[in-house]
Structures are given as structure tokens and as C-alpha cells.
């Protein structure tokens, strides 16, 4: 399977940045990716009163624009496409979830992930962010299968929790996707280390498209989108700016990995 990382540097305007969306996917596409990935936040950075009146039902009753555009990037180029997380309606509307939808290549809502845990933090560089404060929590791993293949849905802060990603391979993961809209403070000493161990403890695919550059409200975020393959190697990778990664699957390798290395099997407590 050929798959596509894409890097955005998302703003407030979400015409814009939906175009930026719209322009990658079908670079993406056109480069052979069968599944293209896009960041946490692709459709939207700025004020959190602006987010809540941004956040669209996923039912598929009224489908709003930032949904629509999944859609027809997906259609369009007859290709998944993953919508790292956008704000989905929730029971309080002050806090919406921030949800990674899967959409297929006819345009349908394969998989819907509520991200689990929220990045409540205090950091030494002054950065704090309290994410539970305008979005609701999901509850649920969830697992969808592209192309036979079985996927495990995450979001960014979820990869410090080595639990979470336990269930998915134990629904039958070989692919795990981690959007991400990573700070910089973080990002620099911890991004890579957490994605490849992600990886090789569960011998999995991880596919990791990320927010890169300055943002509104002074946030900065690392980039560095990527994939990584079971055996924890980078095997493709974003520069700087905006952009996409291409890489090709090879699920031959993945098996030839569990096999000769069987950590899943040693496994004593479940």
C-alpha cells in the first residue's frame, strides 16, 4: 500500500486552508497514495469560540464544509483520506470532540475516533494549554480496514499512552495513524522517540502527518511529518514548510518482523 504523509501549517481562515487541503491531497494522489493522511487541526487554528462554531455533525444529516471537503478529496481522486481531527459536535456545545474521520474512495464515513486523551499541560517554556477546557473526551479505540488492511485511529497527545495503541493491535492493527499538531518545546526531544517506539513495541506501520511552523494565538509546532516502519526505522519524512511524504507498505516485511522477532506473542498480561 502506497500512503501519503501531509505536512500543513494551518491558520484561521478555513477557506484557505481547506484549498491548502484540497492542493495536497491531490498532489498526494496524483504521486500514487492510496491512503493520503492529514494533520490534527487541518481545517482550523485560532480562537477556541471560533473552533466551537466551526464543529460540524458527523451523522451524516447535515454535512458541513469541513466534512464536504474530505468528501470530495476523496472521490475526486478515488483515494482514503484520513481527516487528522476536526471539531465535531458534541452533547455540550462549548465543548466539541476533536474527531479523526476516515473517509473512503466513494466519498462514505468509514471510521470516526474521538481523541481520548487531552493535552492538559504546563510546560517549562511557559506553554500551557488545557484542552479539556473546549473539547470533550472520547471513550473508544477504534479500528477500520482499508483496502484489507486494518487501521488504528489516534491523535497526538494519545501516543504517550502505550495502552491505547495495545488495543488496537490486539483489533488486529498493522497501521496505526498518530495527526499530530505537536508543539515545538515537545516535539524536538520527543517526537521521534515516542512514534518509533509506538512502532516497534507493537510492530505496526505508523503514519504520522503533523502541523509545522507558527500559528495563530502564538503557537509554534514541530512538523517533521513521517512514517515509521515496524522495526522502528523513519522510512520517509517532511522537511521544512508545508508538503507531503510518500511510502510504500510492505506487509511481507511486517509478518517476516513479527515472526522472527514474536514480541506480541510473549506478551503475559492482556
Known amino acids: 500500500m502506497r500512503v501519503a504523509v501531509v505536512q500543513l501549517n494551518t491558520q484561521d481562515d478555513v477557506v484557505a486552508n481547506l484549498e491548502h487541503v484540497r492542493h495536497w491531497v491531490a498532489q498526494a494522489a496524483a504521486a500514487g497514495a492510496r491512503l493520503v493522511t492529514l494533520p490534527e487541526n487541518f481545517a482550523f487554528m485560532g480562537e477556541e469560540a471560533r473552533k466551537r462554531e466551526l464543529a460540524e455533525r458527523l451523522d451524516g444529516a447535515f454535512p458541513g464544509p469541513i466534512f464536504t471537503c474530505l468528501v470530495e478529496c476523496a472521490t475526486r481522486h478515488g483515494v482514503w483520506v484520513l481527516g487528522g481531527g476536526m471539531p465535531e459536535k458534541s452533547d455540550d456545545p462549548a465543548r466539541p470532540y476533536n474527531a479523526s474521520v476516515l473517509v473512503d474512495p466513494r466519498g462514505e464515513l468509514a ?121 522502528g526505522e523513519v522510512v520517509a519524512q517532511c522537511s521544512e514548510g508545508e508538503g507531503f511524504a510518500l511510502a510504500s507498505l510492505d506487509f511481507e516485511y511486517q509478518d517476516k518482523v513479527r515472526t522472527t522477532l514474536p514480541a506480541l506473542l510473549h506478551r503475559q498480561w492482556k
Do not use: M
Open 111 to 231: 471510521a470516526l475516533y474521538r481523541k481520548v486523551h487531552l493535552f492538559d499541560v504546563s510546560l517549562a517554556d511557559g506553554t500551557a494549554a488545557r484542552e479539556s477546557a473546549a473539547t470533550s473526551a472520547g471513550a473508544q479505540p477504534v479500528t477500520a480496514e482499508v483496502e484489507g488492511v486494518r487501521v488504528g485511529l489516534s491523535v497526538c497527545y494519545d501516543v504517550r499512552f502505550p495502552e491505547l495503541y495495545r488495543r488496537l493491535v490486539d483489533e488486529g492493527a498493522r497501521i496505526v495513524t498518530v495527526p499530530a499538531a505537536f508543539t515545538l518545546t515537545t516535539g524536538k526531544d520527543h517526537w521521534h522517540v515516542l512514534l518509533r517506539a509506538r512502532a516497534i513495541e507493537n510492530q505496526v506501520y505508523v503514519l504520522a502527518p503533523a502541523q509545522h511552523g507558527k500559528h495563530p494565538r502564538g503557537r509554534q509546532t514541530y512538523g517533521k511529518s513521517l512514517v515509521v516502519d515496524p522495526w
